[in-house]
């Protein structure tokens, strides 16, 4: 999906049966390439500050690009059995979406190829890759499938989508426009942050469109007690709506 949360296209996969999968058997280690939002308040300031755009890539197929190392075996898909040998079982020699291994393939793969490339990683937050050469700044930020990448040079910036389409099958998202739940927009003086359409689609979620505004939900003097005779409180809906807003305060800024 878009910022908008329009669908841009649609994917099919063969998924595994992760939960199938025993640890020390199946697999070792589990590691999942997120970025940490400070990095990504960090590296807004930074293209903010020396005035570059930020692009993002998409990898068509990230967790496909991965190598086992651990031997991992899966049925036949239904419809693709092969009928010499219908009670043989196939034998994975790369990741496969749904394995427990198959983010740390991916990241494992993908770092060593930027680390060949001259990039240097970043040392609090392992997502994080930065090129310097004659004063020539690149920076590139993994999350999962996607890349967030800008560069002082708009050559170098070009020359390195071009790099990683030839080592591996992504797609050119374009310009930054959104992460997460955010809308990001670059101005000529800085650039933009918006949770609008986030905090309009919470409203829906939980039913709050007629609900009052207040300043204050309630006295800052009041001391709460337990009221014996109330309602519960719903746990799953509770933890939902603090989940929710935690998201938008963990991000929270306006424009740089």
Request: charged fraction near 25%; include cysteine; hydrophobic fraction near 40%.
């Amino acid at each position: 999906m878009d910022e908008n949360g329009a669908i841009v296209r649609n994917k099919a996969r063969l998924v595994a049966q992760g939960f199938k999968q025993i640890e020390g058997i199946d697999f070792d280690k589990t590691f999942a390439p997120f970025a940490r939002f400070e990095s990504i308040r960090i590296l807004l300031v930074v293209a903010c500050i020396w005035k570059f755009k930020l692009f993002q890539m998409d990898v068509k197929s990230a967790f496909l690009n991965g190598i086992l190392n651990e031997e991992v075996y899966v049925e036949q898909p239904k419809g693709f059995q092969d009928p010499r040998y219908p009670n043989h079982v196939y034998r994975l020699r790369k990741a496969l979406y749904g394995l427990k291994q198959a983010p740390r393939a991916w990241h494992e793969k993908l770092t060593s190829y930027l680390l060949k490339k001259g990039f240097m990683r970043g040392g609090v937050d392992r997502t994080l890759f930065v090129r310097r050469n004659d004063e020539v700044f690149l920076v590139a930020q993994i999350y999962v499938d996607d890349i967030v990448f800008g560069s002082t040079s708009s050559e170098c910036a070009l020359d390195f989508s071009k790099e990683m389409k030839s080592e591996f099958e992504m797609s050119m998202v374009g310009e930054f426009t959104h992460f997460l739940s955010f809308q990001v927009k670059k101005l000529k003086d800085g650039i933009f942050l918006s949770q609008s359409k986030y905090t309009s689609e919470l409203v829906k979620k939980f039913g709050l469109e007629s609900t009052k505004h207040f300043r204050t939900l309630m006295p800052t003097n009041l001391k709460l007690s337990k009221d014996e005779s109330g309602k519960g409180v719903e746990e799953t809906l509770h933890r939902s709506m603090i989940g929710s807003l935690l998201v938008a305060f963990l991000f929270n800024m306006n424009q740089f």
